[in-house]
C-alpha cells in the first residue's frame, strides 16, 4: 500500500468514526424527541469496528462480496454509505427516528446498499454461510448466468459467538464444503454486562478449526510489532500476551500515564524494558497499546489480501478496544455508554471538527472533499454502485390435478411436487427443495427420486449400487436440486433465507421449498422472523399438524403454529382441507412469492398482493374423502382470498359453521346433524384465516381514511347473515385463530379448538378430549341456540 493510498484510508477511518459518533451524539443530546427517552446507539462498539470496516470496504471488497454488518455498528456502515452518496444528511440527523437510517442495517426500510439485515444477533453472521451454500447452487447449474464469485463475510461482535445457531450454521457449513466466506471477529472482549472470559481466543480458534475454518489471529498492529523488535521488546510482548482482558481494558480508559506506571512496576528493569516505555510520551504510550491488529490498518489490509488468495473458509480474530480512539475507550461500561455533551467537546476538539460543520464531508480531514470523495468512489465496491440485482419471474404451470378420492394434503403436496417435477418447465428447473432431515416423512420423497441431491462433488448412492432394495435414490451431484440439511430448524430458515434472496444477491431466480414438521417451526422461529424481515421469499410447507397426529403425542402436536402464521410479516399462512384446494394455493403461492410490486391494495380484498411475500402451508396427515373437484374461477378466487362458502347460508340462517383444516369432515357432518333442528345451516371453509383478518384490518383503516366503500372478503361473506346468527367455529389449533370471525359483524360465536399440549391416543379420541369433533359442534350449536340463554363453557 503507497503512503498516498494509506494517508486516505487514514482519513476515511478518522472521518467514519467521527461520524457514528456525532449521528449517535445528535440523536441523543440534540434531536427534539419530545418523550425525554433515550435513543441509543452503541458509539463503543461502533468505534471498534471502524478500522476493519475501513480496511475491508476500501481496500479489499468487491462488487460481488456480500457483507453482513455487525447490528451494533450500524452508524458506521450508514457513515460510509453516506460518504459514497449513498445515504443522506436527512436520514443521517433522523437516525433510529421515524423515517431516519435504521438502529441496525435493513435491507428493506434502509436507503443504503444493505446485503444482509442484522440485528437479531447471530442470525447475520449464519446467513453468509448458507449464502455461499446458495451460491455454489447456482455455480453447478448450466442455465445460471457466470458470474464472478464473491465472498459471503460476515462481521462479527465476540459477544455475539455465544448465539448456538452460529455452531449449528459450522457443522452445517462443514457437511457442504462451505467456501468463500469470511467471519470477522470483532475481539474487544466486551459485552454488554462485562468482559468476556479469558481464554475465550483459542476457545474460538479450536471451535472454527474443528471445522475446517482457517483461523487468522490479528492481535498486533505495526505499531506494537515495530516495538517488540526493539531491545526489551519481547518482554513487553511477554506482557501483553499473558494480560487478562479486564485490566487491559481498564488500562485502556485511564490512559498513558497507567500504562507507564503498570508496565514499569510488571517489566521495568531499569534496562531495555524500561527504556523501551521511557522513550514514549503518555500519548505516544497510549496509541502504542491500543495499536491492537483490529485498528492497524496497514496489518489488517495485508491480512485480508493473503487471505483473499484461496476460497477456504476463515474466521479473522481481531483484537480491538471497545470505544477506540474515545473518551469511552475501555470502559465496562460502555455498551450502551453514551459521550457526554462534556466528552464529545473533547473529542471534538480532537477531531479538530468546528461547530457547525460536523456533516462536512472532509471537515477536520487532511484532504479536501474533492479527493476524500474520489478516494471512496474509486474504491472497486463503491466504483460499481448499487449492487442489487434484478431476476425475471418464472411462470407458474397451473393447478395440479389430483383425482384421488382419499388423500391427506400431506401426500398431496408430495404428488403435486412430482407432477411439476416431471415436468420440463422452468418452474421446475428453478425449484431447489430442502428439509431438516425429514425430507421423506414431509413427502420430498418422489420429488427428490426425480430431481436428485445437490452437492459440488458427486456422491454415489451405495446401497443402490449394493442391489439393497429402498424406495429412494439418495445420490448426489451438482445436477442435484434438493438440499439435505441435519436436524435443525434454524439452518433450515437461514438456508430458506439465503435462497429467498438469490434474485437479489446473485441475479438468479429460485423458487425455495422447505418443509419441516409443524411443531417445530416454533424451534426455528426467530430465523423464520429474520427471513421474512429480510424479504426473502419461500414456501414453507409444514406437515404434520395439530392433534390429528394423534399416536405421536403433545411435543408433536403444534396449538400455536397458525397464530404464528397469523402474526407474521411477510408470511401469508393457509391451511387447506381438501386437495383441489392446495392445488390452487400452491399454483399461486409460485407466483405469488417471485411478486415485487409497488403494493397498491386490491380494492376487492384491500390486500397488497402485487408486493409478494413467502408462503407457509399447514397440512395433515389425515387421509379425507375429497369432495367433487372443483375447478370454477369463484372458487379458485375464494380459497386464495381466505374463504368460501362450502353450503350457502339461507336467507333465515341461524348457524353457520366456520372451520379450519383437517377438521372439515366434522364440521360437515355436524351441519348434516344440526340442519334437522335449525334452519338455513351455512358451512364456512375458511382456506386462510390470516388473509381473512389481514383483509379485514386493511379494510377498516381504509374506511377510516375516507374510502367509506372498503369491504374486505370477510365481511362480504358475513354481512347478509342475520343478527341472530349464531357462529361455531373450529380447527385443530389454538381456538383465537377463527374466534375474532365473530366481531366481523357482531355474530354470537362458540370458538372451538385446541388450547393445552396434547396428548397419545386416536384421532377419535384427541376430537372427543378436546372438544373439536361433531359432536362438540352439534352441542355448541344447542348451548348457542335462539331464545335461551348463552353459557360459553365446554359442552364436554
Known amino acids: 500500500m503507497d503512503s498516498t493510498r494509506k494517508a486516505e484510508l487514514k482519513a476515511i477511518e478518522k472521518k467514519l468514526l467521527w461520524l457514528a459518533c456525532w449521528t449517535i451524539h445528535n440523536a441523543n443530546h440534540l434531536r427534539e424527541k419530545g418523550d425525554g427517552l433515550k435513543v441509543g446507539g452503541h458509539q463503543a462498539s461502533c468505534a471498534s469496528m471502524v478500522s476493519i470496516m475501513t480496511a475491508l470496504y476500501f481496500d479489499c471488497l468487491r462488487p460481488q462480496d456480500r457483507v453482513a454488518v455487525k447490528p451494533h455498528a450500524s452508524p458506521v456502515f450508514h457513515a460510509m454509505q453516506y460518504l459514497a452518496g449513498n445515504q443522506t444528511r436527512e436520514k443521517l440527523e433522523a437516525f433510529r427516528a421515524y423515517g431516519g437510517a435504521q438502529s441496525y442495517p435493513s435491507r428493506t426500510k434502509d436507503i443504503d446498499d444493505v446485503d444482509f439485515s442484522t440485528g437479531s444477533v447471530g442470525l447475520g453472521v449464519a446467513i453468509t454461510a448458507f449464502s455461499s451454500m446458495v451460491q455454489d447452487y447456482l455455480a453447478a447449474k448450466p442455465w445460471a448466468a457466470k458470474r464472478p464469485e464473491g465472498r459471503m463475510i460476515a462481521l462479527v461482535g465476540d459477544a455475539e459467538l455465544d448465539e448456538g445457531n452460529i455452531y449449528e450454521a459450522l457443522q452445517e457449513g462443514w457437511k457442504h464444503g462451505l467456501r468463500n466466506t469470511w ?84 517489566i521495568g528493569d531499569q534496562g531495555d524494558a524500561t527504556a523501551l516505555i521511557e522513550r514514549r510520551s503518555d500519548a505516544e504510550l497510549q496509541e502504542l497499546m491500543t495499536n491492537l491488529g483490529g485498528h492497524c490498518l496497514e496489518t489488517l489490509g495485508e491480512t485480508f489480501a493473503e487471505q483473499a488468495r484461496h476460497d477456504r473458509p476463515t474466521a479473522f480474530v481481531a483484537y480491538t478496544i471497545k470505544g477506540w480512539n474515545t473518551p469511552l475507550a475501555g470502559h465496562k461500561d460502555n455498551h450502551a455508554g453514551l459521550m457526554t455533551p462534556g466528552q464529545m467537546e473533547e473529542f471534538r476538539a480532537t477531531m479538530k471538527v468546528r461547530e457547525g460543520h460536523e456533516w462536512d464531508l472532509a471537515e477536520g480531514l487532511d484532504i479536501d472533499e474533492a479527493a476524500l470523495r474520489e478516494a471512496v468512489l474509486s474504491t472497486p465496491f463503491f466504483a460499481a454502485g448499487r449492487r442489487r440485482h434484478h431476476a425475471e419471474p418464472v411462470a407458474t404451470t397451473g393447478p395440479v390435478a389430483l383425482d384421488d378420492k382419499v388423500l391427506s394434503t400431506q401426500a398431496g403436496f408430495g404428488k403435486i411436487l412430482d407432477q411439476i417435477a416431471r415436468s420440463e418447465s422452468k418452474l421446475a428447473e428453478r425449484i431447489v427443495t430442502t428439509s431438516p432431515d425429514v425430507t421423506v416423512s ?34 448426489f451431484s451438482p445436477e442435484g436440486q434438493h438440499i439435505e440439511l441435519g436436524i435443525a430448524e434454524m439452518n433450515l430458515f437461514l438456508l430458506l433465507g439465503a435462497a429467498g434472496l438469490s434474485h437479489s444477491l446473485f441475479g438468479e431466480r429460485l423458487i425455495p421449498v422447505g418443509t419441516l414438521y409443524d411443531p417445530f417451526i416454533s424451534r426455528g422461529l426467530d430465523a423464520l422472523n429474520y427471513a421474512c424481515y429480510q424479504d426473502a421469499r419461500f414456501l414453507l410447507v409444514a406437515t404434520p399438524s395439530g392433534v390429528t397426529l394423534a399416536p405421536e403425542g403433545g411435543a408433536h402436536q403444534s396449538v400455536a403454529t397458525p397464530l404464528i402464521g397469523m402474526s407474521q410479516d411477510g408470511l401469508a399462512s393457509f391451511e387447506p382441507a381438501w386437495l383441489d384446494e392446495l392445488s390452487v394455493i400452491m399454483d399461486w403461492s409460485f407466483d405469488y412469492l417471485q411478486r415485487d410490486g409497488e403494493g397498491d391494495p386490491d380494492e376487492r380484498t384491500w390486500l397488497r398482493d402485487e408486493t409478494g411475500g413467502s408462503v407457509y402451508l399447514r397440512l395433515s396427515t389425515r387421509a379425507l374423502e375429497q ?70 384490518h386493511a379494510a377498516m383503516r381504509m374506511r377510516k381514511r375516507g374510502h367509506r366503500g372498503a369491504m374486505s372478503h370477510i365481511e362480504r361473506l358475513l354481512s347478509p347473515l342475520p343478527s341472530h346468527c349464531t357462529m361455531i367455529t373450529v380447527i385443530d389449533g389454538h381456538p383465537a385463530t377463527l ?27 384427541l376430537y372427543h378430549h378436546f372438544g373439536i369433533d361433531a359432536d362438540a359442534i352439534v352441542a355448541a350449536a344447542s348451548e348457542l341456540a335462539p331464545g335461551r340463554p348463552v353459557r360459553l363453557v365446554n359442552p364436554l
Not at 632 to 638: H, L, Q, S, V
Open 183 to 266: 467471519w470477522i471477529i470483532d475481539y474487544n472482549r466486551q459485552s454488554l454486562d462485562g468482559v468476556v472470559r479469558e481464554g475465550l481466543a483459542g476457545r474460538i480458534e479450536a471451535i472454527f478449526g474443528a471445522f475446517g475454518w482457517d483461523v487468522v489471529r490479528l492481535k498486533y498492529g505495526a505499531l506494537q510489532k515495530a516495538a517488540f523488535e526493539e531491545p526489551g521488546g519481547e518482554a513487553l510482548r511477554t506482557w501483553i500476551d499473558g494480560c487478562p482482558n479486564a485490566l487491559y481494558s481498564a488500562l485502556a480508559f485511564q490512559g498513558g500515564a497507567a500504562w507507564r506506571k503498570r508496565l514499569l512496576d510488571d
Open 627 to 696: 369432495p367433487k373437484r372443483r375447478e370454477d374461477e369463484a372458487f379458485r378466487r375464494g380459497v386464495i382470498d381466505g374463504a368460501y362458502w362450502l353450503r350457502e347460508p339461507g336467507p333465515n340462517c341461524e348457524v353457520v359453521i366456520a372451520y379450519q383444516g383437517t377438521v372439515g369432515p366434522e364440521a360437515i357432518e355436524a351441519a348434516g346433524r344440526i340442519g334437522g333442528d335449525r334452519r338455513d345451516i351455512g358451512v364456512l371453509a375458511v382456506t386462510s384465516a390470516d388473509r381473512l383478518n389481514a383483509g379485514w
Open 442 to 475: 414431509t413427502n420430498l420423497g418422489p420429488w427428490v427420486n426425480r430431481r436428485g441431491l445437490f452437492a459440488r462433488d458427486a456422491v454415489a448412492d451405495t446401497f443402490r449400487d449394493e442391489r439393497i432394495p429402498s424406495a429412494q435414490k439418495w445420490a
Open 739 to 765: 374466534a375474532w370471525l365473530g366481531s366481523v359483524c357482531g355474530h354470537r360465536t362458540a370458538a372451538l379448538g385446541v388450547e393445552h399440549f396434547g396428548q397419545t391416543g386416536t384421532i377419535a379420541d
